[in-house]
């Protein structure tokens, strides 16, 4: 079965930091995966995908994940933390079943 | 084009009482599905429709809660009678077939039972 799993509940970094969220994958099959963004009282919001094509991904709002099989990972990371990315990121793999499954979260807070 | 859409997108209701949630999927998407959030714990998965028909309703938690697409189109989802556990956020979602498909997502209908 397919399963992610998210290190550390909460990351804080400052203003202009690099951001690196972590995430490793369990997968039988070659795995399907997703960052998801949950902004403070609204929706979920996908930030980028993997889907077997590029092991570099470019997802919305200068934020990118990196497949590496080698390690089943697929972290998260943008080059200079903004205030506005202060919300909880949500990894993902696509189940046998066409379903997603979802890491813990991680919960970015930037400081000034 | 219009992205999934959820109602209500808050609730507040009194255990005992029943609330129907409902989800119109983005159109063409054969695939909806139903998540939920509870206390800021993790997102669970609920059920996956395919068309009319439940794919996989391995995460209903129990028989209080009962989903339903009627026509392929849009979904409902009602609990009754609710109970205070079942407060949190209620995720539905879309994807078109195939694997490769991204899902997406609705704003959440946010439910709170006192």
């Known amino acids: 079965a397919q399963s992610v799993t998210q290190l550390g509940s909460h990351v804080s970094v400052s203003e202009g930091a690099l951001v690196l969220l972590r995430c490793n994958y369990s997968?039988?099959?070659?795995?399907?995966l997703f960052w998801y963004v949950q902004y403070p009282n609204q929706g979920l919001q996908l930030l980028l995908k993997y889907t077997s094509a590029a092991t570099l991904v470019k997802g919305i709002n200068g934020f990118e994940a990196e497949f590496k099989k080698s390690e089943t990972s697929f972290h998260l990371t943008k080059p200079s933390a903004h205030m506005s990315d202060a919300a909880e990121y949500f990894c993902a793999v696509k189940g046998q079943n066409n379903d997603m499954r979802f890491g813990a979260g991680t919960r970015l807070t930037v400081k000034p | 084009e219009a992205g999934v859409t959820q109602f209500p997108s808050h609730s507040v209701i009194e255990k005992g009482q029943t609330v129907t949630l409902r989800c119109d999927p983005i159109s063409g998407h054969d695939n909806l599905y139903w998540y939920r959030r509870v206390m800021g714990k993790e997102i669970k998965f609920l059920l996956h429709f395919v068309k009319e028909s439940k794919q996989d309703e391995s995460g209903m938690p129990n028989n209080r809660f009962l989903a339903e697409r009627t026509g392929g189109t849009y979904s409902t989802l009602k609990v009754q009678p609710a109970e205070l556990e079942d407060s949190g956020v209620y995720f539905c979602?879309?994807?078109?077939?195939?694997?490769?498909?991204?899902?997406?997502f609705g704003e959440g209908s946010w439910l709170t039972v006192v």
């Open positions: 979602a879309s994807s078109q077939e195939g694997f490769r498909a991204a899902i997406y």
């Open positions: 997968s039988s099959v070659p795995p399907y």
